[in-house]
């Protein structure tokens, strides 16, 4: 072949190849092949040939049926074949009463009252895994028993800012904790044959601005502190639903992104199951069709969008998507794989024959939400022993503020819930105290929670302020009960909150009744870190979170002694909010500039920023004190040199010197201070509660693999184990190290 000849062949070749391109679909390059493969082998082989059998006998109507809602909180099944509906229902910490068939107003049943569990920021800061199984197997039980398929929740988004409205209804600030505490809690929903939804995927960490806000972080915060607690949930606890998020990532909406849901969700983690929209979080039907969205909830409805008639029609997987698969713009293969998808969650719910029947407001759930409660709170100071508070004859106590009393189980948005009852704490403790005498008056009061709106209180701010400070001088002992109370703009989803110190008035109520009674303490209930200017005021400070149906009780229990405290702060209480990594980058780090936000701070959030910029916190995460003392000997790692596919056991002796049984967490951070990388100075690898009785010792045994002890390398986008010293650092709060030891990885 000569040179001319064989120039024209190459150019011929050239222009096929352009030609092809070209007038193949937009989407091409996405292998919707591989991503159906990847989600094969989670079920058995009869249930993927029957899934297969069913997606050939659906008729393309009936497929597109299946990817979208047909009300509130339900999807459409196909009667022709037996296919049932799925129901859902809200939300993390308890079965959300039964909405109406078409708007946000509840349908107002008699029999939809429930169990109120802790909120999970309690649960965090119990750092006890079997105790979150039990969490997740009781709430499962009541969805189940109010026959719904998938429960949405639990929410993991990492603790970035103490603004954020929704942290009460995450696992806090560390990505390690997130995920120990994440995955039994979803083994434990699923037993019940109810899928667990985890949300929201992903960087989801602020409520202000969540619809619109294009989220710009780098590889290495992505994969090290945002992606994990969703790893975990995925690979290890086998989640059957995820949900994805409001916002934009890197330019490309959440819940149909395709770095996020095709490439990292399905083909990297071979995850198996439904990604279902937020609600109203859907804005492309080619988008969703082609980038990882399976089911599309909540487009079009009033309060979160326009509605239209028989808008359930015109949802973009609905009218729009059947009309681009006839026409061929989009392959079948792309509803098939949803279909796969929806199908094999079916089989694990609604069409499970073999679940249990679940149950509802028994004793045991009430245990299980009693005992979450007592082994979250956090006791953050007892200057003077000021708890526990005895049960003399003769001894006034004054139980001042309105979060003694006021509904904390209603308000905060979808995880607002119903239950049959809710124990507040001024009645938990009048049960309790049978000799003292126990006193309330509301001190402040702040307006009924409604969602997105602020409604103030009626009553006169300075009666109220009066009326305390009289209770106060005739008290022996004050227990002021204040804090957020999850009204808007105060730990409530939909927007953010506007201060960082304490509303309604309640800092110069506390510096007053301080000045006319110093035997003060506090109960704060938030599910966020706030300022705390009055701290030196305050003699006793127990961080009592939201803690649902039996708050009283819990309450109760670790005010009067009867349980010894032993919760850890799962994020960071900064002194200042620009203390704060987001908020030491300015605006647009938080919250943005309305269109974009840039996370600054890196891999740096929370106690990593503290640590490692020495920017001491007011209290630290894994901080939290005892009824006993307990000390941390004998640190012992069993071998000095590891390759990287050991495991590293590193064993200690935790002695109770006090005169109270109790409970520790040792934690075991690690760090590299010759990294060739940017590192945290240390960051959370291995935990474990042990109960020790007074005087007594336990030594407990803590595993690390050592892979994990890898950064995640961006020039090579994938985990990089570097060889080398790592520092070994244990105690029982990130601030409160006990021993320092060093291994080798080769
Ligand atoms: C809400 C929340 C989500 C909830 C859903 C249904 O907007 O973001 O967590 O599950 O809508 O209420």
Redesign the pocket.
Known sequence: MNFYSCRKSILWIFFLTLLTISFAPVHSQINVQEIAEKSIGGMSKETDAYIEQLVKELSLTEKVALCHAQSK?STKGVPRLGIPEIWMA??PHGVRAEMSWDSWNYAQWANDSITAFPALTCLAASFDPQLSNEYGLSLGEEARYREKDVL??P?VNIYRTPMNGRNFEYLGEDPFLASKMVVPYIQGVQKNGVAACV??FALNNQEHWRDIINVEVNDRALYEIYLPAFKAAVMEAGVWSI?GA?NKFRGQYACHNELLLNKILKIDWGFDGVVIS???AVHSTLEAALYGLDLE??TGTDG?GTTTDNHYEQYYLAKPFLKALKSGEIATAHVDDKVRRILRLMLRTNLNPHKPLGSLNTKEHQRVARKVGTQGMVLLKNKNNFFPIQDQKNTVIAVIGENATRNMTAGG???ELKPQFEISPLEGLKQRYKNATVIHTMGFESGPSVYDQVIPGRLDADSLRLKAIAFAKKADVVLFVGGLNKSHHQDS?GDDRLQFELPFGQETLLNKIHQVNKNLGMLLLTGNAVEMPWLKNVNGLLQTWYLGSMSGHAIADVVSGAVNPSGKLPFSFPKKLKDNAAHYFGDESYPGDGVNQYYKEDILVGYRWHDTKKIKPLYAFGHGLSYTNFKITNVKTDKQMYSPADTLAISCVVKNTGSRDGAEVVQVYIGKPDSKVKRALKELKGFEKVVVPKGTSKKISIDIPINTLAFYDESRSEWNLERGTYVLFVGNASDNISKETKIFVE
């Open positions: 909180f809200d939300g949405l929740g929410g949300k929201h949900m409001y937020d609600w109203s909830m909540g979160l948005g979808s995880s989803e």
